[in-house]
Structures are given as C-alpha cells and as structure tokens.
C-alpha cells in the first residue's frame, strides 16, 4: 500500500503481475514459441512448453530461468492435449495463461499444392488452436485466466501462394472472437496477437517467390523489417501481463485496423501485376512446407499415417 498525497492509501500494483503462475505455449520447441517461453520465465512463470519435436523441446525447457516442463504431443490429436493438460496441472498446477501459437506454413500455387498438405495446415493452425482451447478452458475457468491466439497480418490482407495459412490464420482470428463472447462472463479472457514479418525459419525462401517477394517489397520501408523473435516476445510478454484483447507486433500495426478494408484490393493488384510479369514460372512450382518447424510435423504426421495399426 502506498500514501498518496491526499492522505488516502492506495494499493500498488504488483511488481511481477505474473509471477509464479502457469503458462502453457503451444509450438514451443522453436521460433517465436521457443521466444515467448523465454520470455515468460524470466517474467516468473512457470512454463509448460508443448510441441512436437521433443530433443529440442527438452533443450529449451531446461535452459529456462524458472520452473518448467515439455510435452511432445500432436495439438490435432485432442487425445494426446487432454493428457497433456492433465499432465500440466499436476506437475505444475493450472494454468492462468494458455497460448495458441503453433503454427505451419505452406508456399506455393493452390491447384499445385497436395490437398492432404494443404489441409494440414489448416488442422494445425485453426482446429488445433480450438483444441488447444478445449483442453486448458477447464483450468482458464478456474484460475479466471487468459487465452492467447497467435493470428499474423495475413488475416488483414490473404496473399496469392499462401492460400491455407491465410485462411487458417483468418478462421483462428474469427475462433479467437467468437470465444471472447462466450468466455468472458467466466471471467476468461481471449486476446489476439497479431504478428507482421518475424524473423523465424517459416521465412526461408519468401523472398525467392517474386509475388511474395513484391508484396513485401511494395510495402513502407517500416513494414518490411523482420522483426526478431526475441523482440517479438517482449511485445506479447507485455500484452499478456495487461490481458490485452489485442497485441500487435510491431505496436503500430493497430492504426492499420481502420485499413483493413482496403488491404484485400491492394495485394490483389500488385500480385495481378508480378503474375502477369512471371508467367508461368511461379505457377509452375509445387506447393511447399516452409521452415524446419513445419517440416517436422509434416514428416510426422507422413510418418504416423504410414504406421500400420496393430489390432487388439
């Protein structure tokens, strides 16, 4: 409690509003999930880092400054989440911050990218954000908590040769709305992080397609920094100490809502423009995974639907 000059005594805030609760991040092994785990450690959270590669997993659980732990799970198999929450409330307790980060991405023409691969994205990042949801909104309820869906610029405005990442980070926004409604009489709270050019291996190779390559180039010079992970996660760190209903990343993407309306009509024309100066070849490449986070769950999940199941 501190004196104010009128003589009334005011409560001061805590110092470290975080400190000694529970965090659980999904697409933790690396990027900007690796970043933000970090991060929330050294804010005094205890961290449960979930994702699918588990040395790396294990790496960075162990070099975290507070009390941590990892899961290796699959966040499109709701099985395999549901015991990975068990897992987190009883080494841990329950969780006051879940959120929904992991994510992949695939490059590439639409009718040229293999319709198992490009419904994969959208498994992992919309309906495995809702089952990230699903799982810890038992223990959000409990510690009156804050859920945090990590969405991207890419909902403001879709860009060609990123059709199921656009979609998917669009629909995670709408999710995210929707379950602000229905949530917050329980006293949960759901924010939105929207992130610009960020500085993680889903990057390599943008700039090698020239329509990708020219919506970044035709933007300000401000918006086509790469922003580090690191900083990144500071700007989410501070977004979930106030329960921000949205965060931005860089903080002046907010005054670009007003924008929205007009961004579709403008990618649209300068994509039209590299197309028609690149005939053929961009239309020609295949569809691929971006980033070795993504590759790793796409060798995965390649892997666990060749496995042959054993009968009882």
């Known amino acids: 409690m501190d004196d104010s000059p009128g003589g009334r005594r005011v409560r001061s805030a805590p110092a470290r509003p975080l400190q000694g609760r529970v ?45 941590s732990m990892c899961v290796e799970c699959d966040i499109t198999d709701r099985t395999a989440l549901v015991d990975a929450a068990r897992r987190v409330e009883a ?6 911050v879940v959120v929904a980060n992991a994510g992949i991405a695939v490059s590439g023409p639409f009718d040229r990218t293999a319709a198992e691969l490009w419904q994969r994205v959208i498994d992992v990042n919309l309906t495995g954000s809702a089952n990230t949801a699903r799982a810890f909104l038992p223990q959000l309820g409990a510690t009156r908590g804050y859920f945090l869906q990590i969405a991207s610029t ?45 500085g993680t291996d889903m990057l390599t190779g943008i700039d090698d397609d020239p329509v990708l390559e020219a919506l970044r180039r035709n933007q300000p010079r401000p918006a086509r920094r790469i922003h580090s992970t690191a900083e990144v996660a500071q700007w989410l760190t501070q977004g979930i100490t106030r329960r921000s209903p949205h965060i931005y990343a860089p903080p002046w993407l907010r005054w670009c809502q007003p924008l929205r309306p007009l961004f579709p009509a403008l990618v649209a024309r300068t994509a039209r423009r590299e197309l028609r100066a690149h005939p053929g070849g961009t239309r020609s490449s295949r569809g691929e995974v971006l980033g070795t986070g993504g590759h790793a769950d796409w060798n995965s999940y390649r892997a666990s639907r060749s496995t042959p199941r054993s009968d009882p």
Do not use: N
């Open 23 to 67: 965090a659980v991040v999904t697409g933790a092994a690396r990027g900007v999930g690796e970043a933000l785990a970090r991060s929330l450690s050294g804010a005094g959270m205890q961290v449960a880092l979930l994702g699918r590669e588990r040395a790396t997993l294990l790496a960075t659980a162990g070099s975290l400054p507070g009390r």
């Open 91 to 96: 080494e841990l307790g329950p969780a006051s």
């Open 154 to 198: 890419a909902a403001f405005g879709a860009a060609p040769m990123m059709s199921a990442y656009c979609a998917s980070k669009a629909g995670a926004e709408s999710f995210a709305l929707s379950l602000r409604g229905e949530v917050e009489p329980d006293g949960i709270q759901v924010g939105i992080a929207y992130l610009h050019w960020t």
